[in-house]
T-cell receptor, first 109, second 114 residues
């Protein structure tokens, strides 16, 4: 059983479009959810955390959490070529920190 | 802006040798973590450390691995007898007491076992 699942992509969107990234998790008791961005050969960089059901906005990023469906998503508005990276969903479940395999996002100029 | 640092950036070793990977967490952080990422695969949790002891560890973190905080600033990961499959990027992370689950990652050490 995979603790965190993501579509590996690549997800290609044109510059200026909305990119939608999705993640599901298996531990129904999970309380903390995170989105990280990872450029090739670099370390994960925290973008957002979310703890409550609903939406959380930070600039061009919106995280959405639905605990009943065990689903987390990240929307990136006005996507830029510099947003091209792998986006990692991370969840604290079973008292451990689990990352998904990541979704590769390609923003085309 | 404070950041986590790691040394060396790249370590090459022979199978069976011991390696020590070093990390300097952000200065006021008290929770420390090690992760690894095999090339092309996901980031995997190894161990968390608080108050000079291991808080949690994964199935990967077997007897070949150990962690230590030898002084007030460094946090180390030791692999006693490296195997080919230990080749990976190793990331250190730290978090503070206010938000223990918000972790900041170092740049990583690429370990290559020949």
């Amino acid at each position: 059983q995979k603790e965190v699942e993501q579509n590996s992509g690549p997800l290609s969107v044109p510059e200026g479009a909305i990119a939608s990234l999705n993640c599901t998790y298996s531990d129904r008791g999970s309380q903390s959810f995170f989105w990280y961005r990872q450029y090739s050969g670099k370390s994960p960089e925290l973008i957002m955390s979310i703890y409550s059901n609903g939406d959380k906005e930070d600039g061009r990023f919106t995280a959405q959490l639905n605990k009943a469906s065990q689903y987390v998503s990240l929307l990136i508005r006005d996507s830029q070529p510099s947003d091209s990276a792998t986006y990692l969903c991370a969840v604290i479940g079973f008292n451990k920190f689990y990352f998904g395999s990541g979704t590769k996002l390609n923003v085309k100029p | 802006e404070p950041e986590v640092t790691q040394t060396p950036s790249h370590q090459v070793t022979q199978m069976g040798q011991e390696v020590i990977l070093r990390c300097v967490p952000i200065s006021n952080h008290l929770y420390f973590y090690w992760y690894r990422q095999i090339l092309g695969q996901k980031v995997e949790f190894l161990v968390s450390f608080y108050n000079n002891e291991i808080s949690e560890k994964s199935e990967i973190f077997d007897d070949q691995f150990s962690v230590e905080r030898p002084d007030g600033s460094n946090f180390t990961l030791k692999i006693r007898s490296t195997k080919l499959e230990d080749s990976a990027m190793y990331f250190c992370a730290s978090s503070d007491t206010q938000r223990t689950d918000t972790q900041y990652f170092g740049p990583g050490t690429r370990l290559t076992v020949l």
